[in-house]
């Protein structure tokens, strides 16, 4: 039984501290605990808000999971130290001036309490060397804790503001519109684009490294890493596949690299988050929209970016080459994050569905074929 309890005490506290060392450290691994506390916290309160009906208790999702990772990793490191103490409570010196209770299991709670907030009585203190010890490593490790939680909020709440601030300046820009993206990318020049394509990056790249960006979500959909991506989605689709190339030569420059950005972002998210998969590597198939629908989605992007005066690329009968594909998983992928953050979704090269309704956005019926089966 020592060697159990020692074991499953050692095995925890080796959880906790590595989760902590890879939320923090690791550009791009996420903690093990961590995760799996966002997933089920943000799984909570999504549920809450839909009974209640009310979505700004989506605000309250991701400051719910920092605070739920806090207590995860303090409560992790107290039972897996009280865990090691339990089977030598006996070997403590115990102040014979204070009452106790039996030496078993609160005891041993008691006695790593004490340590883990460094609070140090004096009443019970460790009788051998191992045993002190392990007390001197509990006090470290819970200070470690309390300095990471903060480190982790100087870290992440920065972050979770640009974001809120990239995506207003873009809907602000009108970027969920067709027609004003093609004015951005005329007016705007190659320094905007870059700027864009600089930004979805770093999106990508920091919500790797802290996962639980995905989970801050804002009570205005305008502020909303959904307005980013589809944003960026959006823009991509007039360089790619709108805008005369020889009119606008920089489309044709940044088009293809804002492309295949986006893919990598939306392969990313597919894995992390959406839906809550978690498998490194797994892919959805994304079956394509009808071609019927895909034609009138094209004869949407051409119009708007004639009428906002620029040049349309050129025409033919076929659809152009990746416009299918590309569209009719940015359609699905959209559809999937719009569900899962309760926004209204509007379909790819139509109405943006940016709104401030309560109610629960469902998945719309031009986007439930190409929408993939969840898992």
Not at 180 to 187: K, M
Request: glycine share 8%; charged share 20%; proline share 5%.
């Amino acid at each position: 039984m020592t060697v159990l309890l020692v074991g499953i005490g050692t095995a925890m506290f080796v959880l906790v501290v590595s989760d902590i060392l890879l939320t923090l450290l690791h550009p791009s691994a996420r903690g093990p605990l961590s995760y799996r506390v966002n997933r089920l916290t943000w799984l909570a309160v999504r549920r809450v808000s839909i009974l209640l009906r009310s979505r700004w208790l989506l605000t309250y999702a991701g400051p719910t999971a920092f605070g739920m990772n806090f207590f995860a990793w303090v409560l992790g490191l107290w039972v897996a130290f009280a865990l090691i103490y339990l089977p030598f409570i006996d070997s403590f010196s115990y102040d014979r001036a204070t009452p106790f209770g039996t030496h078993g299991l609160i005891e041993a709670l008691y006695v790593s309490g004490t340590a883990i907030t460094t609070v140090g009585f004096g009443d019970v203190v460790p009788a051998t060397d191992v045993l002190r010890m392990a007390i001197i490593l509990e006090s470290a490790s819970g200070f470690g804790a309390f300095t990471a939680a903060v480190t982790y909020a100087l870290s992440v709440y920065p972050l979770v503001t640009a974001i809120r601030s990239a995506a207003v300046r873009l809907a602000d820009l009108g970027m969920l519109d067709p027609g004003a993206a093609a004015r951005l990318a005329v007016e705007g020049g190659a320094t905007e684009m870059a700027a864009l394509h600089r930004g979805l990056i770093d999106n990508d790249e920091n919500t790797k490294r802290f996962p639980i960006l995905y989970y801050f979500e804002s009570g205005d959909p305008s502020e909303s890493t959904y307005t980013l991506l589809r944003s960026g989605l959006v823009m991509c689709i007039v360089l790619r596949w709108g805008v005369s190339h020889p009119a606008v030569p920089h489309a044709g420059f940044y088009g293809p690299p804002l492309e295949t950005t986006l893919r990598r972002l939306m392969d990313d998210y597919e894995t992390q988050f959406v839906g809550g998969r978690s498998r490194r590597g797994h892919r959805d198939e994304h079956p394509l929209l009808e071609s019927d629908d895909l034609a009138d989605r094209l004869a949407v992007l051409r119009s708007g970016v004639s009428d906002a005066g620029v040049e349309v690329a050129e025409e033919d009968d076929d659809l152009p080459e990746g416009f299918a594909s590309f569209v009719s998983r940015a359609e699905a992928f959209l559809d999937r994050i719009a569900y899962e953050h309760r926004n209204r979704h509007g379909p790819l090269l139509g109405r943006s569905g940016i709104s401030r309704s309560e109610d629960a956005a469902r998945p719309t019926a031009a986007t439930a074929r190409a929408a993939p089966r969840e898992r």
